[in-house]
C-alpha cells in the first residue's frame, strides 16, 4: 500500500492564481481530511468528507474548496490565492464504523505540500 | 467540544536521557487519544493511540504514554531517547467513535543533544 499520497510536494503561486492540490489513498479508508499547518499552530482542519459525495466544513475552510467523487480522491482547490494561505497542507484519511479493523478510527496523513503565496 | 495542550512548546534533552512531554485535554464526552511525530519535513506518523482498554500504551520507537482519566492527562514517555528522536510531537484527542474532529496541541519539539 501506498497509503496516503499528495501532489505536488512544492509550489510557489502568485496571488490571485488558483491551483489544486491533489491526495488519494488506497487503504480504502471512508474518512478524508484536509488540514494547514503553520508554524507554533498545530494542525488546523480545513475541510472533511465521510463518504464519496459528502463533504464539510472544518475550523478554517475560507478561500478553500473540496470535493470527493470517488473513496481514493479528495483534492482541495484554492481560488484566489492570498499570501495567508502560504502554509504546509497535510491530507489525511481515516476508517471509522468497524471496531475489528486495527487502523479503525485513526488518522493517516500524507507528506505535505508546502505552499507558498507571493 | 474538545482542547489539547502541551505544556512545554521545546523540551531539549542529553542523549539516553528518560524524557516525558506532557499533554493534558478538555472534554465533555469520553475520548480517544493519540500522539503523533514529525520529523524534519515529513508528514505526521502515528506513534501509539488509546482507544480502550489498558490506560499504559505502548507504541513504536520505544515510547510510551498513559492515559490518566482523573487528571485528564495522556503524557508521553521514553525511558532512553536517541538523537535520531529529535522531532515534534503532536497530542490529539477526538470524542470517542467521531475520529473525524480530532484536536490537536500546538507540538512540542524534543532536541536530543550529544
Known amino acids: 500500500n501506498a497509503g496516503v499520497t499528495q501532489t505536488p510536494k512544492f509550489r510557489i503561486l502568485k496571488i490571485g492564481q488558483s491551483m489544486t492540490l491533489q491526495c488519494a489513498q488506497d487503504m480504502n479508508h471512508n474518512y478524508m481530511y484536509w488540514y494547514r499547518q503553520d508554524p507554533g499552530m498545530g494542525l488546523k482542519l480545513i475541510y472533511y468528507s465521510v463518504g464519496a459525495g459528502i463533504t464539510d466544513k472544518g475550523e478554517v475552510p475560507n478561500g478553500y474548496n473540496v470535493s470527493r467523487s470517488t473513496t481514493e480522491d479528495f483534492p482541495l482547490r484554492l481560488e484566489l490565492a492570498a499570501p495567508s494561505q502560504t502554509s504546509v497542507y497535510f491530507c489525511?484519511?481515516?476508517?471509522?464504523?468497524?471496531?475489528?479493523?486495527?487502523?479503525?478510527?485513526?488518522?493517516?496523513f500524507g507528506p505535505g505540500t508546502r505552499l507558498t503565496v507571493l | 467540544a474538545q482542547s489539547v495542550t502541551q505544556l512545554d512548546s521545546q523540551v531539549p534533552v542529553f542523549e539516553e536521557a528518560p524524557v516525558e512531554l506532557r499533554c493534558n485535554y478538555s472534554s465533555s464526552v469520553s475520548v480517544y487519544l493519540f500522539w503523533y511525530v514529525q520529523y524534519p519535513n515529513q508528514g505526521l506518523q502515528l506513534l501509539l493511540k488509546y482507544l480502550s482498554g489498558s490506560t499504559l500504551v505502548k507504541g513504536i520507537n520505544g515510547f510510551e504514554a498513559e492515559f490518566n482519566k482523573s487528571q485528564t492527562s495522556f503524557h508521553l514517555r521514553k525511558p532512553s531517547v536517541h538523537i535520531s528522536d529529535t522531532a515534534e510531537y503532536f497530542c490529539?484527542?477526538?470524542?470517542?467513535?467521531?475520529?473525524?474532529?480530532?484536536?490537536f496541541g500546538k507540538g512540542t519539539l524534543l532536541t536530543v543533544n550529544p
Open positions: 490529539a484527542v477526538s470524542p470517542r467513535g467521531s475520529n473525524y474532529k480530532l484536536t
Open positions: 489525511a484519511s481515516s476508517y471509522s464504523l468497524d471496531p475489528d479493523r486495527e487502523d479503525t478510527d485513526t488518522q493517516y
